[in-house]
């Protein structure tokens, strides 16, 4: 029984330690990212700008594609367009603002804007 109540006191300990949410939500969050690396932030910025024009691209053809020729109107072409829709919903909500604290010096974002 001496363990228990050992490891018991170090839960209570560690639940009154924790400060990462101390009462209320953070205001905003530091992103390090390559801070130790500043010459690599333009040419990360170009190529994460590359590959999101080339996957916004490239969801709208599939998705062009299976609506207009009436021989993909199957389901699995259904399917490949669904997915291709959630692919740019979720590849829009993280990518521009990756690409703003890149190409800015202010490398915080705000508590709502990381949760959404």
């Given at each position: 029984?001496?363990?228990?109540?050992?490891?018991?006191?170090k839960?209570?300990?560690?639940?009154?330690?924790?400060?990462?949410?101390s009462?209320?939500?953070p205001?905003?969050?530091?992103?390090?990212?390559?801070?130790?690396?500043?010459?690599l932030?333009?040419?990360?910025?170009?190529?994460l700008?590359?590959?999101?024009?080339?996957?916004?691209?490239?969801?709208?053809?599939?998705?062009?594609?299976?609506?207009l020729?009436p021989q993909?109107?199957?389901?699995?072409?259904?399917?490949?367009?669904?997915?291709?829709?959630?692919?740019?919903?979720?590849?829009?909500?993280t990518v521009?603002?990756?690409?703003?604290n890149?190409?800015?010096?202010q490398?915080?974002?705000?508590?709502?804007?990381?949760?959404?």
């Open positions: 029984m001496k363990g228990r109540e050992g490891g018991a006191r839960c209570r300990n560690m639940k009154s330690d924790n400060q990462s949410f009462g209320d939500s205001k905003a969050f530091i992103l390090l990212g390559v801070s130790d690396r500043p010459w932030e333009l040419p990360l910025f170009v190529v700008l590359l590959s999101y024009v080339l996957a916004m691209l490239g969801n709208v053809a599939i998705i062009l594609a299976s609506r020729d993909l109107h199957g389901p699995m072409y259904t399917f490949l367009s669904h997915l291709s829709f959630l692919d740019l919903c979720y590849t829009t909500t521009p603002q990756m690409l703003v890149m190409g800015s010096s490398k915080t974002i705000s508590y709502g804007g990381c949760t959404v």
